[in-house]
Structure formats: structure tokens, C-alpha cells
């Protein structure tokens, strides 16, 4: 049965003219119709797969939030790509590659019901994974050299886009602290990009609270507690509202995650097997079996092994920092 009122076209249209003011300025105009081409054709292809579909029966907040997904996917790795100094002739299967990854990724997350913050967290994972295979591929074929194997993987359209913002959003820390009213959450439209602007931290703490949400109250608390009182106050007003979910979208939720995510500390030490076993025996705390399996389903074998092998209180061998690396995705996964 077709999605009442999604004119999936004419949103693809919307989203790749709204993407035309994103293009970098230094982008000549075939680099420019390249992004908002792909944008628009993957976004149409998706809006167009959701709406015809007869088995998922998705509603029409659920297919408009999976095709802005992929519009917005599709925009910064188009990006990436076209900084990474990759020719052009591999840019095409790359991005069809991702694309399909982020609408079976998604519409397997959305259709099981997952926290929307973690379906993003997932989609965001599994995006940078297949899009560094990609790479890796074309050097074991002897199509790119190592060096420009490394150069394409350090680009980050997504997290420089954020970088810019936060710069540009720095102001006093007393206009900071102030404690937003919950009524007053910016509503911002998932057919948009809205820059954060103003709202930047009213946002992220609307976005922490729906994390929040999800999660087990004693594991909430003992994270507020480290709060600023005024800060902590906010997230549980916000907690308390019903439509929360409504009054933020995905895209704003993704990057005022990937704002928050770029702020933490990064740890590098105490990686040993006991304590990485006890991080992934918390995570089970948290994901029952279906969401575990859903996590793990794309991953290599030895992933699998190692995580499920942490279950039973036994270390699989491999390097300690790249089990905590496995570890810590899971943990993002809660």
C-alpha cells in the first residue's frame, strides 16, 4: 500500500535544492552537479522503494526520515570523495555501495523499532565502514596507491561541516549556562537543514534527554550527576516531554550527536582484557539478543567471535586497542 502524502519527487527535489547552498564554493560545477545529483537520484530511488514497498508498511514520518538520511549520506561522501582525489570513474559504484547500505540498515532498524538516536548511531557506523572498504578495495586492485588510499580516508565532510558551526557558534559561557525552558525547543522540520545557530546547546541537550529516554534510569543518573545542576535540570525537563521526538529531527539529532561525540575526552589506555569483558557484559545489560544481532550482523567473523565470546567472560585474542574499539561501537549502540 503506497505512503499517504509522501510526494517522495518532490521532497528529493527539495532536499538537492537546499544541498546547493551546502556545496563547498571551491567545487568547480561539475563537482557541484555531482553531489546534487547523486543526492537527488539515491534519495529518489529510496523515496521511491518506500513508498511502493507492501511488506515494511512504513509510515509517512518513517519513509520522509530514511530518504533524508540518505540525502544527507549521500551529500557528504559525494564530498569526501571528490576532496579524496579519487577519480571520477570509481566515485559512481562508491556511492551506490553506500547508499545501499544505509537503506537496508536503515529500514532493518526503523522496521525493529530501534531508539532513533541508535538507528542514526548505526547508519553512521556502517556509512564510514563501507565507504573505508570501498577504498581499501580499489588499493588491494591496484587502482589507488597507499598514499591516496589515506588521504581519501581522512576526509570527513560531516565532521568538518560540524567543526565549522561550533567555531562559529562561540560565545561567552555565561550566555551558555542559561536554562532553556523546555516549551521553548526550536521545532525544526525533518524536511530541512536548519543550522543550529543559537539553539546549539538548547539542542543537545534535547538530543541527550531522548538518548536518555532509552536507557536504564540508574545508568541516567549516575551520567547526570556529573552534569552542571543547571544543565542536568534541563535534560530532565526535556525528558519529561511527550513530544520530544517530534520537536527534534533526525539530521539535527545526528549532528548535535556528532557535536557532542567530537567534545569527549579520548581515552587511550587501560585496555586490558578484563576491564574491555566488563564493558561488553554492560552493554548486554542494555541490548536484548535481537538488537545485538542487528549490530553485529555486518560485521566481520572475528568481531562476532570476540563479542560474543566477551559474553562469556573469556578474551578472544586480538590487539587490546582494537577490542576496545569493538567494545566502545557497542557501547555508542545503548
Not at 567543526?163 to 559561557?173: D, V
Not at 542494555?286 to 565470546?309: A, C, H, M, N
Amino acid at each position: 500500500m503506497a505512503i499517504e502524502g509522501f510526494d517522495y519527487k518532490g521532497f528529493a527535489q527539495n532536499l538537492a535544492q537546499q544541498a546547493l547552498e551546502l556545496i563547498p564554493k571551491d567545487f568547480n560545477e561539475n563537482q557541484k552537479n555531482y553531489v546534487a545529483n547523486t543526492l537527488l537520484n539515491f534519495s529518489t530511488i529510496a523515496g521511491q522503494a518506500l513508498y511502493d514497498d507492501t511488506q515494511l508498511n512504513f509510515n509517512l514520518d518513517q519513509a520522509v526520515m530514511i530518504t533524508q538520511i540518505i540525502a544527507e549520506w549521500s551529500f557528504h561522501k559525494s564530498v569526501d570523495l571528490i576532496r579524496s582525489g579519487i577519480p571520477q570513474q570509481y566515485w559512481d559504484p562508491i556511492m551506490q555501495k553506500i547508499a545501499f547500505t544505509i537503506f537496508e540498515i536503515a529500514k532493518n532498524a526503523f522496521h525493529q523499532g530501534l531508539p532513533q538516536d541508535q538507528c542514526l548511531q548505526l547508519i553512521e557506523h556502517h556509512v564510514k565502514k563501507t565507504y573505508l572498504d570501498c577504498i581499501a578495495e580499489l588499493k588491494d586492485k591496484n587502482l589507488i596507491d597507499e598514499g591516496l588510499m589515506e588521504q581519501a580516508a581522512s576526509q570527513s565532510n560531516i565532521d568538518r561541516m560540524a567543526q565549522e558551526q561550533t567555531q562559529a557558534q562561540s560565545q561567552p559561557q555565561e550566555e551558555q549556562q542559561a536554562v532553556p525552558n523546555p516549551a521553548n525547543v526550536p521545532q525544526h522540520s525533518s524536511q530541512g537543514q536548519a543550522p543550529l545557530g543559537a539553539d546549539s546547546k538548547i539542542l543537545k541537550l534535547a538530543t541527550l534527554a531522548m538518548l536518555f529516554k532509552k536507557m536504564k534510569q540508574e545508568k541516567v543518573q549516575t551520567i547526570l550527576n556529573k552534569f552542571n545542576p543547571d544543565d542536568a535540570q534541563s535534560v530532565i525537563k526535556f525528558m519529561g516531554m511527550s513530544d520530544l521526538d517530534a520537536k527534534v529531527s533526525p539530521d539535527i539529532a545526528l549532528r548535535c550527536l556528532q557535536e557532542i561525540k567530537t567534545t569527549l575526552p579520548n581515552a587511550q589506555h587501560n585496555f586490558t582484557p578484563s576491564k574491555i569483558i566488563n564493558k561488553i557484559q554492560n552493554v548486554s545489560q542494555y541490548l536484548d539478543k535481537s538488537q545485538l544481532e542487528l549490530v553485529l550482523r555486518p560485521e566481520r567473523i572475528k568481531v562476532k567471535k570476540f563479542v560474543y565470546t566477551a559474553l562469556e567472560g573469556d578474551f578472544y585474542e586480538m590487539s587490546p586497542k582494537v577490542a576496545n574499539i569493538i567494545a566502545t561501537h557497542l557501547e555508542d549502540s545503548v
